[in-house]
């Protein structure tokens, strides 16, 4: 279940009531102008939290805030308490944080697909502004370069695949630097795109000898490909080639015959589609129903040395994610994305992805609104399952501290605090099992995982 989904699902119980915050329905249903509608804009929530700590100091009694909540109603307490209180003040200092920002200019890059959504979207729609920052988001030519430039300090923080900050902390492929993942930019949202001359080559078994590529080595389209192939008895290491594309260049290189299919961001695959190269085979969903695939990534170091603006920006990111997870923003997302700055794409392209409804390049329209969802919280499982791939195909030698790199690099306790102050419900542990064509993988038994598997590169 997305961390943004209503909490005020009456089928859904997150506590003693709907929200968690009180002792009962009803009142949660008196205060819940006040602090419990995670559906009103970020200022709005701000608000209810900063009023609920009021409220709480004016009535530390439940039975007597309830009784006066529910004798005048949420918008005359709310207004009586702004009588004597500064609320507004109160909520634009708690939205800024407590401490003094140590950089207001920030450069973050991005690689123009649909995963960086809620990081390019919080410069046109005013996240970053909101949070007392003026960001460059900086459109950026491909992964390597992306983590040069961080790393380098060019960028204080980007958009990463969600496995590269772990190979970087690792050394792999370039020297060990401590890189974090505060939050996750998407789930879902990739899909196998094949040329159309292979339409009636649907079964994986009829691939040998394709070239396929995916956006970076350490990638989720990396792992997943192969993962999807190994199962259907293709040894991507020996019957296919597997080649490194940026993806702004995929299209051309499928129109040019130079590959036979990808693994790519949705908006690259559905490019494909409605310039008539492709087809879309599969949605990465139908592999692994709420995987991660990109990141917010920023290095230790900078967190060190600007403690506060690395909060007010992950704050900003955590707010866009929460707004883009809202299927009736989608549509007004894809037109602030689309500009040459951004994506520089037909917005109707981006609707495709980000609605759910969309051509498959066979004649067909296809609908699932989970197609992509934004989901901020970095589940430190999904960092052990990538360090199992990591490992499984031979990127990772010797003995693994799956738990203790997942930990160190995947800030769940830290956002789950953000979100917290957001006036957000974040997950209650950092672990969870999930199923990957049908597998289930259990975070506490990562070796066991690898070694189950009967296509793997040998140690």
């Given at each position: 279940m997305s961390t943004f989904d209503n909490p005020f699902d009456p089928n859904r119980r997150l506590g003693r009531c709907s929200c968690g915050q009180h002792d009962s329905d009803a009142a949660h249903e008196a205060s819940l102008q006040l602090q419990c509608d995670a559906s009103e804009s970020a200022e709005k929530r701000y608000e209810g939290v900063v009023a609920s700590a009021v409220m709480r100091q004016l009535f530390p009694q439940q039975a007597t805030r309830r009784a006066f909540l529910t004798s005048v109603g949420a918008s005359s307490a709310l207004a009586a308490l702004s009588q004597f209180f500064p609320i507004k003040t109160a909520t634009e200092v708690f939205a800024q944080g407590a401490g003094k920002l140590e950089k207001t200019e920030l450069k973050v890059g991005f690689i123009p697909i649909t995963c960086a959504t809620p990081i390019i979207m919080a410069d046109p729609l005013g996240f970053y502004q909101k949070q007392g920052l003026k960001v460059e988001v900086v459109k950026t030519a491909g992964w390597a370069v992306i983590r040069d430039k961080t790393i380098n300090k060019e960028y204080d923080a980007a958009h990463m695949l969600a496995p590269m900050p772990i190979a970087i902390s690792l050394g792999l492929g370039s020297q060990p630097i401590p890189f974090t993942v505060p939050a996750i930019e998407n789930i879902n949202g990739?899909?196998?795109?094949?040329?159309?001359?292979?339409?009636?080559?649907?079964?994986?078994?009829?691939?040998?000898?394709?070239?396929?590529?995916?956006?970076?080595?350490?990638?989720?389209?990396?792992?997943?490909?192969?993962?999807?192939?190994?199962?259907?008895?293709i040894d991507p290491d020996a019957d296919i080639q597997i080649r490194s594309v940026p993806p702004p260049e995929m299209v051309a290189n499928l129109r040019a015959?130079?590959?036979?299919?990808?693994l790519a961001p949705d908006n690259i695959c559905q490019r494909a589609i409605y310039d008539g190269v492709g087809f879309m085979h599969i949605l990465s969903k139908e592999i692994w129903d709420g995987h991660p695939c990109c990141s917010f990534a920023a290095s230790r170091e900078f967190i060190t040395t600007a403690p506060n603006s690395f909060a007010a920006l992950t704050r900003a990111i955590v707010d866009a994610t929460a707004y883009a997870s809202k299927a009736e923003n989608r549509k007004s997302i894809a037109e602030a994305?689309?500009?040459?700055?951004?994506?520089?794409?037909?917005?109707?392209?981006?609707?495709?992805?980000?609605t759910g409804t969309y051509a498959d390049g066979l004649g067909g329209i296809k609908t699932d609104p989970k197609r992509v969802d934004f989901d901020p919280f970095p589940w430190q499982s999904f960092a052990v399952w990538m360090m199992t791939q990591m490992k499984r195909w031979g990127q990772i030698k010797g003995d693994v501290d799956y738990k203790g790199v997942a930990e160190q690099i995947y800030l769940a306790t830290d956002t789950a605090k953000v979100m917290k102050e957001m006036g957000l419900t974040p997950p209650t542990t950092s672990y969870k099992s999930f199923a990957v064509m049908g597998k289930t993988f259990d975070p506490t038994k990562p070796d066991?995982?690898?070694?189950?598997?009967?296509?793997?590169?040998a140690s």
């Open positions: 990739q899909g196998i795109t094949l040329a159309m001359k292979h339409k009636d080559k649907r079964d994986p078994k009829d691939w040998k000898g394709f070239k396929i590529a995916v956006p970076f080595d350490y990638s989720m389209h990396n792992y997943l490909l192969r993962y999807y192939l190994a199962e259907h008895g015959d130079n590959i036979d299919g990808f994305i689309a500009p040459a700055a951004y994506l520089n794409a037909p917005p109707v392209v981006l609707e495709q992805v980000l066991d995982y690898v070694a189950s598997f009967k296509i793997k590169k």
